[in-house]
């Protein structure tokens, strides 16, 4: 059965080769609503479609990093249980934490991709040979998204990036032919 999926020939083109992916977590991974228990505590909404791409991702070669301004025990909790290791919490300033784990992975700008959707996301989106945004981000990341989501941050925008990136990188195809047996 072949695919459905459907990318422009030009983004394709652009997100080739890519090896790592740059994720932000409210607005991208979650739909940036924060909500609180009595106690406290922050509560996170995450998609499962987001969750099997960034599975799909890590199979397909290509290494997910999160790099988030907050630090919650239900974001670590759902990032160990989807096997992500490159982690960065309390980050207000991205782009270093970006170029650690670049340095760490011995890759470059010209391998990484990156899905923000607010300013803190900026300057890893501009460094990044390919950068994208969730259809409800601030205008100032869709403004320099290489590709900007038909979905919503929380809401699949995270797993149509990855599908991109597995498209772009010839990797979908084999992918889904495994689930279709």
């Known amino acids: 059965m072949k695919p459905t999926l459907n990318f422009p020939a030009e983004v394709l083109l652009k997100a080739q080769g890519i090896r790592v992916a740059f994720f932000d977590v409210d607005g991208v991974l979650t739909d940036g609503g924060l909500y609180f228990t009595a106690e406290g505590e922050t509560l996170k909404r995450f998609n499962t479609l987001d969750g099997h791409g960034l599975k799909l991702l ?35 300033d991205k782009r270093p934490a970006a170029e650690q784990s670049l340095q760490e992975l011995g890759l470059s700008w010209a391998q990484a991709a990156v899905i923000g959707d607010d300013w803190p996301d900026l300057p890893v989106m501009r460094r990044c040979a390919f950068a994208c945004a969730p259809l409800n981000a601030h205008e100032e990341a869709k403004a320099v998204a290489h590709y900007v989501t038909h979905s919503r941050g929380g809401d699949g925008a995270a797993r149509e990036f990855c599908d991109l990136l597995m498209v772009a990188g010839g990797r979908y195809a084999d992918l889904l032919a495994e689930w279709q047996q």
Request: aromatic share 2%; net charge positive.
């Open 58 to 92: 890590q199979r397909a070669g290509i290494t997910p990093v999160v790099i988030t301004g907050r630090d919650a025990k239900p974001l670590r909790v759902r990032l160990q249980a989807l096997g992500i290791v490159h982690t960065h919490f309390g980050t207000e």
